[in-house]
């Protein structure tokens, strides 16, 4: 007898990286945070902000920031659905389309937190290796045909896209079959977006975060993008409330200010570019990246003892236990002054 | 061929009390807020907050929160699991102790987010009627003996209690049978808390908010008590980061100003007195209530058209289709300007 269930007894936990204390001292280039505050529109909003309104529940449909959303993407709004990040649209998801006789695919390696979300459903995993350099396996998640197929795109840890065009196909091909969720919690990086894929395809969810181009991780802010229909069962299976009327104000401000959003976009792709360029200089290989980070693998493939080196200096980079991944390390790109101070350590 | 699980696509979504516009206008007795503000320590939180510490990704163990928790309650930091108001931690106690072949019991009439709970998980429900008056089904609790027993103590929306004695007895008989679950949303307004008996049974888990004593409803902040080990399986179930900064900082602020929680209780609590003898006075039956709010019976049982009325005259109280409260309406307590303008409008 057990007060759980068994598949939570026997699973391991979600393991983050490290949130290190002082974080003045260290340089912290392991959870793809961007190294860019928010839009002081973000401040602005704080600042008008009566703590007496919180008195209050929040609206539910978290309509001021899905009417930025709206407004900014030109979606309509009865295609949006907020949430407490998009850890809980991944959970939504999961509680609405998965349980033990259903299936779940996903490209491999990729954010583990799909998986977890398989294992507490207790629903049959199809891990499908990447080919080779990390191109994306569109013939093998057509083959899985699975319930839900999560696309992190890019993807996470190796920076790596399919196109919109391998998205479309694989939507059509899961047409009647199962959901297609494209997470892209890090298109503000990259050249290309499948959120006008939900309007065609009635299977297709696509995710986005605030925390990455955005700047407001702290903050907890998402939303899904998808056919009334699909969102329609997904709110049956969020919290009452699940986001405060502070992030519903603050995101909306955020969002809102696009231009300053892009100008620190530009600034980390620039700075990615150069990062690869001077890692690839050092006899690192870098896969090519559309995200804030790179994966990337040193000259000898002693990733480990470079992480814990770095970590002992005050340097935080990603290291995945992972097998494919056990060579190499994730990187997030700081600011120029972080990029510099980590290659000084390793070359 | 559905996208989502049968179950899922057949059942209604919870709906929470109208959230009209127009606050100022209006008098809104519906969804039991706090008619007082924060405490004037929320907003010195908020105003000393920096918009650009939101970069990073908060504490996944939501320390600072945490720790006041602890210090206030004298209970060890191990005990206790923030999160995202408690309906997030319903949601994650339902993924880790609920599926198809495991029950839920609770008595009836009650919050109808269990139910909810128990049908996106698929799991058998045992509604446990209470007894005459009310009074709690103690022993229908533990015939039922369920894998998870849901008991709001203080009930929503009747108000009554169970007595820590019949409690603690529920829990010994529910050892090695299933969790008891002791909901503590409006424990601020009542004479006793079971949150001492996790300390002693580990299959105990007593949740709280800060919605309602606190006046934070806006802000999504609750937490759980219970022992470490069933905590270690809850915590396998959440979001990755499901606590953001301004929720830690301004939730440590209000809990460290017990004083100014107190004082609101007590107006509110003496608010909760006069109109239930108010309208006691005009024939309504009340029955006797610990929490900020009461369920009260007209004189001719025609609650949904005094419902109705009061609407369209801007005051929103509640009104539920339950068998059982259809001659009944929950009445929160608001100020006593608001109780007055009630009490003249159904006078």
Chains 1, 2 share one sequence.
Do not use: C
Not at 210 to 234: D, F, H, I, T
Not at 271 to 292: F, H, I, M, Y
Not at 335 to 346: S, V
């Amino acid at each position: 007898m057990s007060y759980f269930r068994d598949n939570i007894e026997a699973m391991q936990a979600y393991v983050p990286g490290e949130q290190p204390a002082g974080l003045a001292r260290i340089i912290k280039l392991n959870t793809n945070e961007n190294p860019y505050p928010p839009s002081p529109a973000v401040a602005r909003a704080l600042a008008e902000f009566s703590a007496d309104a919180l008195r209050v529940y929040p609206d539910p449909r978290v309509g001021t920031f899905v009417r930025a959303v709206s407004d900014v993407l030109g979606v309509d709004r009865e295609m949006i659905q907020a949430a407490n990040g998009s850890d809980n649209l991944l959970v939504m998801i999961a509680r609405a389309a998965l349980q033990a006789g259903r299936s779940v695919a996903y490209p491999g390696p990729t954010f583990p937190f799909y998986e977890t979300q398989a294992r507490i459903a207790d629903a049959k995993i199809l891990e499908v290796p990447f080919e080779p350099e990390y191109s994306f396996p569109l013939q093998g998640l057509i083959d899985a045909a699975a319930s839900v197929t999560f696309v992190a795109n890019p993807n996470s840890p190796t920076g790596t896209t399919a196109s919109v065009q391998q998205l479309e196909t694989l939507a059509e091909s899961l047409r009647g079959v199962g959901l297609l969720v494209v997470d892209e919690a890090y298109v503000d990086f990259a050249d290309a977006t499948a959120v006008k894929l939900p309007s065609r395809y009635e299977n297709v969810i696509v995710l986005r975060t605030l925390s990455k181009g955005y700047s407001l991780a702290g903050l907890r802010l998402g939303y899904a993008v998808a056919q009334p229909g699909a969102l329609e069962q997904l709110w049956k299976t969020k919290e009452i409330y699940n986001v405060g009327m502070l992030a519903d104000q603050l995101g909306a401000a955020a969002f809102r200010d696009q231009e300053y959003m892009q100008a620190n976009v530009a600034k980390i792709k620039a700075s990615r570019e150069k990062l690869s360029t001077d890692l690839q200089a050092l006899g690192w290989t870098v896969w090519p990246s559309q995200a804030n980070f790179i994966l990337a693998r040193p000259p000898a493939g002693d990733a480990k003892g470079i992480y814990e080196t770095l970590q002992a200096d005050g340097i935080f980079v990603r290291y995945f236990q992972h097998p494919d991944l056990a060579d190499k390390l994730r990187i997030t790109i700081g600011t120029e002054e972080q990029n510099a101070e980590f290659l000084k350590r390793i070359g």
